[in-house]
């Protein structure tokens, strides 16, 4: 049977979520994008960069679930750049313009 146990000291040992290289590599993702057109030799440079951001904020989110929803207020705000700035990303990539 599945039951919610308080935190142990293993518990408190695992690896706790960080935005800090997500929020990098969003913020490399969108310079690259901003420099010159998307559709170029530079699709070289952001393709990487995009999978690796969206890999490293899927890793996050999984640590995020792992410690039960817990982070430092600067780690959410972390959080919400990191998702708005991929999101820019990707309508810039795409060519979808306001």
Request: net charge positive; aromatic share 10%; with cysteine.
């Amino acid at each position: 049977m599945n039951t919610l146990s308080p935190p142990t000291e293993a518990t408190s040992t695992r690896q706790k979520p960080g935005w800090f290289l997500a929020a990098a590599l969003t913020g490399a993702l969108n310079a690259v994008l901003a420099s010159g057109p998307a559709w170029s030799w530079r699709a070289c440079l952001w393709t990487p960069l995009l999978v690796l951001a969206v890999g490293c904020a899927a890793y996050e989110w999984r640590l995020l679930a792992l410690g039960r929803w817990r982070m430092s207020p600067l780690d959410w705000g972390l959080l919400t750049v990191t998702h708005l700035g991929l999101a820019a990303s990707l309508v810039f990539a795409t060519g979808v313009r306001p």
